[in-house]
């Protein structure tokens, strides 16, 4: 009894001294959110209240075009402006992360000292929920605790781009030159759900090309409208229409094009509230929170009703194809919901 | 009922036509399962008995790293021996999914004109369940077909890859020189995973830096057993112990490399087969089925309980701020799944 009182005073605590800049406070409840355990959970509910003012800002794009560097001088750049951000680091290539070169890294351990900006990098791994969810919690989290400004850098590809794109207001699509000539590529996955697209190193010379292909593939989305490519099922329905994304170049390393960057993304965030896209946006995010933890509790509820047990013989069972997957998983579903046990635990 | 008994019997029809190697038929068919139709999962559920006996075959990396090419020349290697083999292209940039460069596009025509080459692209968006369910079902039903080959081209990056791995029986990771020179990514996300590794594109000149990096990495991964990354939570609990990745070089434009690369796939296969990790992974696959479906179940269960309308008015709660999302989730699920209620519809 004595334990769990103490646990809570500490609870309190942690959320209290975050409030008030306590890094390692905010540090320690993130770990917990992301941990998904019940401290982290209480924390999310207690400062929810508190949520909905940061502007979110996916940053993604293939590995090796130069997403940390830039996310490092955008955050030198907004630092100028006096504002405070955090960086949620999802991709594993990111220096931020650990991955990437040393040398990366030590660029990074220079802003890490800034006591203006919080950096926190996500293994992508070890969530019990998956990575999505964790992500999501942990923005949330660092918008509670009043960040303006919230950077996630995630590695760009199909999937992960996509739930970018759900977590954030402004997404910044980043290519390299001579990775982005493959246009097909560029329109079936990436370019509809970025608001920018950036061209790092454009000091390099095949630059010229990747930007004209940009601009084709951008010409070729127009008609369709942004957010909704041709024939392609878009990823999510249009939200700002009448927003042509632009094309920027940038060399991240000689800090060319960052102010320019970050106009952009301002600019982009007047828009959406001038629009009215930005309350559409809320309420998407509202109901993405509300449907990733309904396949959390779901999944919880399930594992404890189901049990190993009842699990392992539905395996068995299909792996002597005596019964298909989808009708071993229905007779689970069946028996773990059966009407006289209690719904929720 | 005349149109249902109709229905029925065009159903029954396009098993037996693909089974009997109509590939306008499995085509068809493999529609219906991937848009998650009643027809394609009364298929799945009828053809299940005869899965089980292909050998998958994961093909995974970046982007650029030359898979589709080096997945083409395997396809005609393979093809040399006289085996069928269906070919799945996840990847938003592989040719074979309507991506990347027109001249790709010509040269796998070649390819797709062969009677004993199936080739089924997906697109990476618009499945009812999500991308990973949907390959699961279509890798499924082509191994039900009898293809006792199954390639599955991914492009990697992360919880994609980690997909892979989780449906094929051998992965090999494919790398380009350069591109994997960043140690530390791999060491990160990728590696752990790979059964084989492939660095393509060896006739330049960095081949040998990009080699030499990859033994490094795997050497320093030795000591913790593959699968199993130091410091890092393993992608899966290790199958495949003493298993060590080979690291091959291969040009596939030039076909350099490719006999070789097929020789390490049925080496590792042999390898499953003789250590027992064949049916560990045929066990795990079958659990993965069932976690799948149970999923997507419940999903359709609680679309169908709760409804647009007490969904849309959760979100406003959470909107509003009156409410977290979690709490919110909690009470839709306390009230769609209510004792009073029939459980399964």
Request: charged share 25%; hydrophobic share 45%.
């Given at each position: 009894m004595?334990?769990?009182r103490?646990?809570w ?6 959320e209290?001294?975050?409030l008030?800049g ?5 540090a320690?409840l ?11 959970r ?9 949520t909905?003012?940061?502007?979110i800002?996916?940053i ?16 030198q750049?907004?630092?100028?402006y006096?504002r405070r951000?955090a960086i949620?680091?999802v ?5 931020f ?12 351990r220079e802003l ?8 926190r990098?996500?293994?992508s791994?070890?969530?019990p929920?998956?990575?999505?969810h964790?992500?999501r919690?942990?923005v ?13 850098e995630?590695?760009?590809?199909g ?11 402004t997404v910044?699509?980043?290519e390299?030159?001579g990775?982005g ?9 990436l370019?509809e759900?970025a ?9 390099r010379?095949?630059a010229?090309?990747?930007v004209?292909?940009?601009q ?45 960057l970050?106009?952009a993304i ?8 001038e ?11 509202a109901?993405a929170?509300?449907?990733?933890w309904?396949?959390?509790?779901l999944m919880?509820l399930?594992e404890e009703?189901?049990g190993?047990l ?8 299909v792996?002597r194809?005596?019964?298909?997957p ?14 006289d ?5």
């Amino acid at each position: 009894m004595l334990s769990s009182r103490k646990a809570w005073g500490l609870d309190l605590g942690l959320e209290s001294a975050a409030l008030a800049g306590d890094r390692r406070a905010l540090a320690r409840l993130l770990s917990h959110v992301e941990n998904g355990a019940a401290e982290g959970r209480a924390a999310l509910a207690a400062l929810f209240s508190r949520t909905g003012r940061a502007h979110i800002i996916g940053i993604t794009g293939s590995p090796g075009a130069g997403k940390s560097t830039l996310v490092g001088k955008l955050a030198q750049e907004i630092r100028a402006y006096g504002r405070r951000l955090a960086i949620v680091a999802v991709d594993p290539t990111s220096p931020f992360s650990g991955g990437a070169l040393l040398g990366d890294r030590l660029r990074m351990r220079e802003l890490a000292s800034d006591e203006g900006v919080f950096i926190r990098s996500m293994a992508s791994r070890g969530h019990p929920g998956g990575i999505a969810h964790a992500t999501r919690d942990v923005v949330l989290l660092l918008d509670a605790i009043g960040f303006p400004v919230v950077i996630v850098e995630t590695v760009g590809a199909g999937q992960a781009q996509v739930e970018v794109a759900r977590v954030a207001h402004t997404v910044v699509l980043v290519e390299a030159p001579g990775m982005g000539d493959d246009v097909q590529a560029l329109k079936a996955g990436l370019m509809e759900i970025a608001d920018i697209i950036v061209v790092n190193k454009a000091d390099r010379p095949e630059a010229k090309q990747t930007v004209r292909a940009l601009q084709f593939v951008r010409r070729d989305m127009g008609s369709a409208g942004h957010h909704g490519a041709g024939a392609l099922q878009p990823a999510t329905e249009p939200v700002v229409l009448g927003w042509d994304p632009p094309i920027l170049q940038t060399a991240a390393i000689e800090s060319q094009g960052i102010s320019e960057l970050w106009d952009a993304i301002q600019a982009h965030r007047r828009y959406l509230e001038e629009s009215g896209a930005w309350d559409v946006l809320r309420k998407r995010h509202a109901r993405a929170e509300v449907e990733s933890w309904l396949q959390r509790h779901l999944m919880l509820l399930l594992e404890e009703r189901i049990g190993e047990l009842r699990m392992n013989e539905a395996v068995d069972r299909v792996l002597r194809r005596e019964q298909d997957p989808a009708t071993a998983a229905r007779n689970l579903l069946g028996a773990a919901l059966e009407p006289d046990r209690d719904p929720i635990a």
